[in-house]
């Protein structure tokens, strides 16, 4: 065991855990196995984590961060594109958000497992890396924009979310993971039809 001397500990064990979260999912972060990675004894790691709990809360922090930022990219593809106009803008914008939660369950599916299995710490998360705050701007917009039925607007954001999570779980862990990526997609751009029409 080598002693620790970089003063960044606990950023090396929140590196370490997400390493593993992302080969093994949440049952892949154990404090003791963290402590060892990272070149320290576990009395050291729990200077800085009471418990795994504490650390795996850390580590969904950072992947609901990286979902955010991955529907953010999304997001400004869409905006980037050529619309007629705002409605079919804001339309789009809306896809890209599901599209690019789906993908990245896909991608990254042991820190997505983590990210919704572990609470995040009494600070939560900022609303500028909120996925679901970034979700509920872009539904806002789309009533704006007409996309989206002012009427319809409550709780649209749980109706959503719900949709391409079960998506996501069903082709990451479910009946639907050995799906051809090019059958996914379809099906996915199918149920984006089916919630933009409702929206509407």
């Not at 779980?169 to 990526?181: F, N």
């Not at 996915?188 to 039809?193: C, F, Q, W």
């Amino acid at each position: 065991m080598t002693s620790y001397h970089h003063g960044n500990l606990r950023e090396s064990l929140v590196e370490t855990g997400i390493e593993l979260a992302r080969a093994q999912g949440p049952d892949g972060v154990v404090l003791r196995e963290v402590a060892r990675r990272a070149g320290v004894s576990h009395n050291a790691a729990y200077r800085h984590f009471a418990d795994r709990e504490a650390l795996l809360s850390e580590i969904a922090r950072h992947g609901m961060r990286e979902l955010h930022a991955a529907m953010q990219r999304e997001i400004d593809t869409a905006d980037a594109e050529d619309h007629p106009d705002e409605r079919t803008r804001a339309a789009a914008r809306l896809r890209a958000t599901g599209r690019a939660y789906v993908d990245f369950a896909v991608a990254e599916p042991g820190l997505f497992d983590v990210a919704f299995s572990a609470i995040p710490d009494e600070d939560g998360l900022d609303a500028d890396t909120d996925p679901y705050d970034l979700l509920t701007h872009v539904l806002d917009d789309a009533v704006v924009a007409g996309a989206v039925s002012a009427d319809l607007r409550p709780g649209a954001e749980v109706i959503c979310w719900a949709a391409v999570h079960g998506f996501a779980t069903l082709h990451v862990h479910g009946p639907r993971a050995s799906a051809p990526v090019e059958e996914r997609n379809a099906t996915l751009e199918v149920m984006l039809d089916h919630i933009a029409r409702g929206l509407a």
